[in-house]
């Protein structure tokens, strides 16, 4: 499997009783080195952030005796940080009680920092439509004032030809009319 499939009890440690060989890669620790007096508990490296996330969403799984899925962060024994996904569900005794816990987790780091660098290009487009949009919403109203005042001329010149027509007509055209009538 690529992952780890686990039977642990029902502690904040998460104490193993027992681990698959895929710890190895997930975790960086041999199975056996995750069950018994000097283990490596699951629960010391689950990241400090999301451990309270993790604790709650599991209990609430088992309050509702239902499987519970979970993605956190652990850090491995060599250091690295990894994203998990983890699918379990109680394991309850035959009065009903829950004893134990038993599910799998796999790597899924890859997955979520593609994620997260498609959320940041996605914010980087969003930016940049915005800003452009700003850029045109400006420059459209620079052209409609522009238009606004090429209008205003374009009247004004034509008042202007208007007015020189009339000169003409009625000023010069009269004056060589009557000069040709005398």
């Not at 930016?127 to 452009?132: G, H, L, T």
Request: hydrophobic content about 35%.
């Amino acid at each position: 499997l690529p992952g780890m499939v686990y039977r642990c009890k029902i502690d904040f440690r998460w104490t193993m009783e027992y681990v698959s060989e895929g710890c190895a890669a997930l975790l960086g620790c041999d199975a056996s080195k995750m069950i018994g007096k000097d283990a490596i508990h699951l629960g010391d490296m689950i990241h400090p952030d999301d451990r309270k996330m993790v604790w709650e969403e599991v209990q609430k799984g088992i309050a509702q005796r239902q499987r519970f899925q979970l993605t956190y962060r652990v850090r491995t024994v060599q250091g690295e940080e990894k994203w998990v996904w983890e699918q379990g569900v109680a394991i309850c005794s035959e009065s009903g009680d829950p004893e134990a816990l038993e599910g799998f987790i796999t790597d899924i780091s890859e997955r979520k920092w593609a994620e997260d660098a498609l959320r940041m290009a996605h914010h980087e487009l969003e930016r940049r439509v915005e800003q452009r949009t700003g850029e045109l919403k400006d420059a459209n109203e620079r052209l409609q004032r522009e238009r606004r005042t090429l209008e205003h001329l374009l009247r004004a010149s034509d008042h202007e030809r208007q007015l020189i027509a009339y000169d003409i007509h009625d000023g010069l055209a009269q004056q060589l009319v009557g000069a040709l009538m005398q």
